[in-house]
Each structure stands twice: as C-alpha cells, then as structure tokens.
C-alpha cells in the first residue's frame, strides 16, 4: 500500500463504496458516514494549519450537509444538498491541479480526505435516490439556485474583510477562467455556465423521474 499513489487509493475507495451503494450493501452507509468523517478531519486539519479561511469553502458544507442527510432526511437540504453536488463536487473533481487541493506528494492522507470529500457526496445521493427511494421536490431547483445565490452574496462581503478570493470571486486562479477574462468578465461567465448546469441537472432529473409530481 506505500507505493500506491494517493489517487489510486482515493479512486480505490469511491469505486468499492459506489459497488457496494450499487448492489444495496446493507451496510453501504455506515461506509458513507465513514469516509465523510475521514474526509472532514483530514482536510479541516490541513485547511486549519494552512489556511482556516478554507473551511468556508462549499464544499465543506456540502459534505456536512452529507452527514446530516445519513441520520436525518429533510427534503429541502436533500435538495439543496443534490444540486450542490453534482455543480462544486463534480467540477472539482474534474479539475486537476486543483490550487486549494493538498499536495500528493507532501499531504497523501489530506489529499485522499479531498478527494473523497468530493466523489463521497455524489455517490450518496445516488444512495438516497437508488436505495433510500429518495427524490427531488419540485423547487429543486429554485430552492439550491437561492441558497447559492445567498452563499455567494455572503462570500463576497467575506473576501473583501478578510482579504480572501473563496469561489475566485476576486481574481481567477484557474487557466479556463482566464481565459474567460479579467474581472468581472469571468464571475459574469462562471454563473451564467453555472446557472445554465443547473437547469441541465433539472432537465436530466426530470427525464430520469426524479422530481416528485405531487
């Protein structure tokens, strides 16, 4: 196992907990719950000793939000919670050289904790929905695009006092958003692709009959 790389293991582990949600492992949520710690402490620490700032970063709420979803289910974070994953998890999950991602090579256990605190919410919803016969309201959409918005508008004021660039509102540290422009070309750019990814989530729910019709 010491000379595997970090994103094997992190992959390593997805992957059996996504098979064991898949085939409705009577235990596949006690994995979730597992992983999701694992996931909070590693990061929370690295993010803590580096920059405690990053702790208000989205993703840190999505996985919390996680967590809640496994004892309790509320329809409005399930909502909330479903959207949020498949925008800021997914996305980050499909950037490499991620600038507030650990380093492999210096922090392996905080970079699997990263890792996994992104792929283990997606594959939790496919556990709700799959297994839990969980599905979204019909405010979805409405619901996640307002408490985003909220989130956002909070960020913003929290970048400017404590000189932060959280959701790269200030300044773009990924080469696709460079090349999208200066500020505030590219926030512009990055939500309307955001909103536009929303309503897409809405479209494919609707074909898969996830959204409830009472």
């Known amino acids: 196992m010491a000379n595997l790389?970090?994103?094997?293991?992190?992959?390593?582990?997805?992957m059996v907990v996504f098979g064991l949600v898949w085939l409705q492992f009577s235990q596949s949520k006690f994995l979730i719950i597992m992983a999701s710690i694992f996931a909070v402490i590693t990061t929370s620490y690295y993010n803590l000793a580096h920059?405690?700032?990053?702790?208000?970063?989205?993703?840190?709420?999505?996985?919390?939000?996680?967590?809640f979803l496994c004892?309790?289910?509320?329809?409005?974070?399930?909502?909330?919670?479903?959207?949020f994953c498949w925008t800021g998890s997914l996305m980050t999950l499909l950037i490499f050289d991620n600038p507030v991602a650990p380093s492999k090579d210096t922090y392996p256990v905080e970079f699997i904790g990263f890792i996994l605190k992104h792929s283990i919410p997606l594959i939790l919803t496919i556990h709700l929905i799959k297994n839990d016969n969980r599905q979204l309201s019909g405010k979805a959409l409405k619901t996640?695009?307002?408490?985003?918005l909220g989130y956002a508008i909070v960020v913003a004021v929290y970048n400017i006092?404590?000189?932060q660039n959280i959701?790269?509102?200030r300044y773009p540290t990924l080469n696709i958003e460079r090349a999208f422009g200066q500020w505030p070309i590219y926030v512009i750019v990055n939500i309307i692709l955001a909103a536009g990814w929303y309503k897409t989530i809405e479209?494919?729910?609707?074909?898969?009959?996830?959204i409830q019709t009472i």
């Open 167 to 169: 959701l790269d509102l």
């Open 144 to 148: 996640s695009l307002s408490v985003m």
């Open 161 to 163: 006092i404590f000189d």
């Open 51 to 67: 920059n405690p700032h990053l702790i208000i970063w989205l993703c840190n709420f999505t996985i919390l939000m996680g967590l």
């Open 203 to 210: 479209i494919i729910t609707k074909k898969l009959g996830l």
């Open 5 to 14: 790389s970090p994103d094997f293991i992190a992959l390593f582990i997805s």
């Open 71 to 83: 004892f309790r289910f509320q329809q409005v974070v399930f909502d909330v919670f479903f959207y």
